[in-house]
């Protein structure tokens, strides 16, 4: 068994116990290196089983980048950038960037010359200004781009021009959205269905909501691809483990962390993990009668949860210990949460707030996300009775879990006390991402001073070019939030991805909807 691609981080310390590094011999390290002098060969097939999206029903939307059996666009589609495996922002569909403007409001892109789209037509700038005027089209287009940009332009025969609606020191970040596709330009309300990308794959046959066939693009500007074909299949209805055993499927893909080592003893087997990958949120609601409208409250179940036990226990010492904060530990602007744990605090806490023999919080909700969520939520209720916190939990399906947990239509019920998934990102989003007042992952904490604080906070950070300076307004940002909790970020899940030993160029990421497979091939 070979383990590749371990990703050490700077901030490894802080995953938990250290048993992520303690686990691996100094062999396991070593073994990255023996696959550096295999050459890549043409052929063969890949099958994995993708996470299902609920709108990949017909097949006139299945090609679409916004409607796919699952959000991993980078199949057939660029953008003009793409964040690595260790989260860096690199070159894609643009070749440079830079901002314009002091105030990070205009920002100019350089295009990539000789690239082609599948159908063998040449890619031009007006095909990104197209697609850009697709992506923040009022009906049409993303939440994101919607909220960003005011105006693209082209000003040169290489070149585009973003005119933002507000400052944004991280743009290129934003490039690199699964949904910031890059189409051939054509009328708004057609662009996309064709499936026609620059991508390292084309669409060779579609099963609308279970599975999708892709073929090698012969014109395809990068390195790749190799195989012959690539297949996706829809997890609904799959136990990707007993399809990967049965030899149904090559690859798992967000592999339980508790069977990592069961997998690491097959001979046929390599285990890849990611720099970073998911949080657990937890949901605070403040309507009005909420126990959580008490900061008290807030605090004090926040340090009553034994992250580094849940890490331990439910990731196999995978995973890492995340701050009350959207910032995943291996971004150089992670602020650690000090102390981690405070048992003796927490019961003060709910002292001063009335409950000197302790509390029951309302039923907490969960779903099956993860293979391992429901090991996490039942360490994590364990941890907190130290502090005299009972916390009943409750899984839900997870068909239609988003929707009642945030959509519910009475008024006191708006937003749960519930789980929910949050990728990893770049620093600006991650902030953003509490700063919006309605938004499911901010714990709808506004209006209120801090929350306002925050947010102005957050719009200095935008206008402040020198990344330098605007880490320290991430790190006051982050302390605000860890004085504050107006959500829990309880822990972080390393992305794991199983596959076997004939497959390589496979590399886990950590965010999720990142992976590609261009240099992906068979021996």
Do not use: C
């Not at 023996?34 to 090609?63: M, N, Q, R």
Request: overall charge positive.
């Amino acid at each position: 068994m070979t383990e590749k691609n371990m990703n050490p981080s700077r901030r490894d310390f802080l995953l938990g116990t250290g048993a992520t590094v303690t686990a691996l011999s100094l062999a396991d390290l070593l073994k990255p290196f023996e696959a550096l002098a295999e050459t890549p060969k043409k052929g063969g097939k890949f099958v994995y089983a993708g996470i299902p999206s609920s709108k990949h029903k017909t097949l006139k939307k299945a090609k679409h980048p916004y409607y796919g059996l699952e959000i991993r666009t980078t199949i057939t589609y660029d953008r003009l950038t793409w964040v690595d495996e260790n989260l860096n922002v690199v070159p894609q569909l643009a070749t440079s960037w830079e901002a314009i403007e002091d105030d990070q409001t205009v920002w100019e892109a350089k295009i990539r010359e000789g690239v082609k789209f599948h159908d063998g037509r040449d890619l031009t700038v007006d095909d990104v200004v197209a697609s850009y005027n697709m992506h923040k089209h009022k009906k049409l287009g993303t939440s994101f781009s919607k909220k960003l940009l005011k105006k693209i332009e082209k000003v040169g025969s290489q070149k585009v021009r973003f005119h933002l609606l507000s400052p944004n020191s991280e743009l290129p970040w934003w490039m690199a959205e699964y949904r910031q596709a890059i189409m051939p330009a054509d009328e708004l309300s057609k662009m996309g269905y064709s499936g026609n990308g620059t991508g390292p794959f084309k669409f060779a046959k579609i099963d609308p909501g279970r599975r999708v066939i892709y073929e090698p693009n012969e014109n395809y500007w990068g390195e790749g691809p190799y195989l012959d074909q690539l297949e996706v299949i829809s997890q609904k209805g799959v136990d990707p483990v007993n399809a990967y055993l049965a030899g149904q499927i090559d690859a798992i893909l967000q592999a339980d962390p508790g069977l990592v080592g069961q997998f690491k003893e097959r001979d046929d087997t390599v285990v890849d993990f990611a720099t970073s990958g998911d949080q657990i949120l937890m949901v605070l609601p403040k309507v009005d009668g909420s126990v959580f409208s008490d900061r008290r409250i807030r605090q004090a179940l926040s340090l009553a949860l034994d992250r580094e036990q849940i890490v331990r226990i439910a990731y196999n010492g995978l995973g890492w210990v995340s701050n009350d904060s959207h910032m995943h530990a291996a971004s150089p602007d992670f602020l650690a949460k000090s102390p981690i744990r405070d048992v003796t605090k927490a019961k003060k806490l709910l002292k001063e707030a009335g409950y000197p023999e302790g509390i029951t919080l309302p039923t907490f909700y969960y779903a099956p996300y993860y293979p391992e969520i429901g090991r996490v939520f039942q360490v994590a209720a364990e941890s907190v009775k130290d502090a005299g916190i009972t916390m009943p939990i409750e899984e839900r399906p997870l068909d239609g879990y988003r929707k009642w947990r945030v959509e519910d239509k009475k008024k006191t019920r708006k937003h749960r006390f519930a789980m929910g998934p949050v990728g990893s990102r770049n620093s600006a989003a991650n902030m953003f991402r509490m700063a919006r007042p309605t938004y499911n992952e901010s714990g709808y904490w506004h209006p209120s001073k801090e929350g306002d604080a925050y947010i102005e906070m957050y719009k200095k950070a935008m206008k402040t070019g020198d990344p330098v300076k605007r880490r320290e307004i991430y790190y006051e940002m982050q302390s605000l939030l860890q004085r504050e909790v107006p959500s829990i970020f309880l822990t972080g899940r390393r992305e794991i991805i199983v596959h076997r030993d004939n497959i390589h160029g496979l590399k886990a990421h950590s965010q999720y909807w990142g992976l590609q497979f261009s240099k992906v091939w068979r021996s």
